[in-house]
């Protein structure tokens, strides 16, 4: 079982600032998914911004979504919440 999302934050160059209901957080760069499938529906940097923590994971307006077992492996041990 991998852990929640709890807060998801927007930056710069489609990077997302990610933390966990177990304390940890982390930095998704989303950069390189974007020309693929439907992640290109997220390429518009201001629908990319409407990011959304849904459920367990986050999810964009548009209907991307994305699997939490990802955003956990892509986000692991960049650091732990203060």
Known sequence: MYPSVKEVVVGADYVLSIVFDNGEHGVLDM???????????????EVFKRVRVAFDTIEWDCGVDLDPEFVYAKCKGTGSAQ
């Open 31 to 45: 950069k390189d998914v974007l020309d693929f499938g439907v992640f290109q529906r997220i390429k518009d940097y």
